[in-house]
């Protein structure tokens, strides 16, 4: 079971805007950023979005990011069949002694 | 342009002994935590552990603590993991990843994966 919490699919037609929540507690969300990664069918996982609404250069502004207490959310707007993928949250927890913690994943698809 | 460039795919047998490697380059190896990120076959992203290879200092998730070992040989910038003991359960795809931090950590760049097959 996975520290931050994701739902296991979404879906979307072309066009359409769809968000994609991640919940934690007070000892990762509730307290430092978060990150998003999409992993296209097939390859490795690539950065998103940083510091909860950051995207680095390249992202299309289509994506964007929120954080709002213990819960964040990544929205996706003009939904195009590309997107079709799976999308992780991550966050630094303070109690743990280590690397970040991730959501369970979600699954987008396209319809 | 950072480039995070992983050893291939391997086959073992439960019981042997395994080291990856993650080699990188585009940035300043020793200034960047680097670690590892399991994914094993339909699953999602586990964090293993995390190195600095300025000093060494080596952090593992409670999951991975004396499962596997994390090192970095600076004067090549190549990170490693490494198993002493392969299980079937560790048949996974394994990534390396170069952490950031702004405001708080994220992945900058991850590796391009390594797979891990153990079966007899």
């Known amino acids: 079971q996975s520290v931050l919490t994701q739902p296991p699919s979404a879906s979307g037609t072309p066009g359409q805007r769809v968000t994609i929540s991640c919940s934690g507690s007070?000892?990762?969300?509730?307290?430092?950023?978060v990150s998003w990664y999409q992993q296209l069918p097939g390859t490795a996982p690539k950065l998103l979005i940083y510091?909860?609404?950051q995207r680095p250069s390249g992202v299309p502004d289509r994506f964007s990011g929120s954080k709002s207490g213990t819960s964040a959310s990544l929205a996706i707007s003009g939904l195009q069949s590309e997107d079709e993928a799976d999308y992780y949250c991550?966050?630094?927890?303070?109690?743990?002694?280590?690397?970040?913690?991730f959501g369970g994943g979600t699954k987008l698809t396209v319809l | 342009e950072v480039q995070l460039v992983q050893s291939g795919a391997d086959v073992k047998k439960p019981g042997e002994s395994l080291k990856i490697s993650c080699k990188g380059s585009?940035?300043?190896?020793?200034?960047?935590?680097i670690g590892w990120v399991r994914q094993m076959p339909g699953k999602g992203l586990e964090w293993m552990g995390v190195?600095?290879?300025?000093?060494?200092?080596?952090r593992y998730s409670p999951s991975f603590q004396g499962q596997v070992t994390i090192s970095a040989d600076k004067s090549i910038s190549t990170a490693y993991l490494q198993w002493s003991s392969l299980k079937a359960s560790d048949t996974a795809m394994y990534y390396c990843?170069?952490?950031?931090?702004?405001?708080?950590?994220?992945?900058?760049?991850w590796g391009q994966g390594t797979l891990v097959t153990v079966s007899s």
């Open positions: 990843a170069r952490l950031m931090y702004i405001s708080g950590w994220y992945i900058a760049n």
């Open positions: 585009g940035y300043s190896f020793t200034s960047y935590w």
């Open positions: 190195i600095y290879p300025g000093d060494s200092d080596t």
């Open positions: 007070s000892s990762n969300i509730g307290t430092n950023t």
């Open positions: 510091s909860n609404n």
């Open positions: 991550a966050a630094w927890d303070d109690s743990l002694n280590g690397p970040e913690v």
